[in-house]
């Protein structure tokens, strides 16, 4: 189970943090950040694996935002930076339970389970 927060209503430039809390014994494969924006289909934005806590992000979100893990925690975040308003979207977290999870990470499939969304309204 998944617990996502964080979102909220800034204005182009400001930063937000978003969290996601995983229930489990152990820090999924990979856990993921995806969104939604109006009439779009979900994509992905940034991920973490569980080995050696590589990272890789969407062209459009590379070098604003970051995702990181606290395994104590079983969290993950994404800090975004310098917001545009065309990241307004509902931001869904999603975990891979499965060994190739980590592999395809850009891909909705891979992921078991995902947080209820929360969204970022980003004004000009």
């Known amino acids: 189970q998944l617990q996502a927060s964080g979102g909220g209503l800034v204005q182009a430039g400001d930063s937000l943090r978003l969290s996601c809390a995983a229930s489990?014994?152990?820090?999924?494969?990979?856990m993921g950040w995806f969104r939604r924006g109006p009439g779009e289909e979900r994509e992905f934005v940034a991920a973490?694996?569980?080995?050696?806590?590589?990272?890789y992000y969407a062209n459009s979100v590379k070098g604003r935002f970051t995702i990181s893990r606290d395994n104590a925690k079983n969290t993950v975040y994404l800090e975004m930076n310098s917001l545009k308003p065309e990241d307004t979207a509902v931001y869904y977290c999603?975990?891979?339970?499965?060994?190739?999870?980590?592999?395809?990470?850009?891909?909705?499939?891979?992921?078991?389970?995902w947080g209820q969304g929360t969204q970022v309204t980003v004004s000009s």
């Open positions: 999603g975990a891979g339970q499965r060994p190739d999870s980590g592999t395809y990470y850009y891909a909705v499939p891979s992921y078991d389970y």
């Open positions: 489990g014994r152990s820090f999924p494969y990979v």
């Open positions: 973490i694996r569980r080995s050696g806590g590589n990272t």
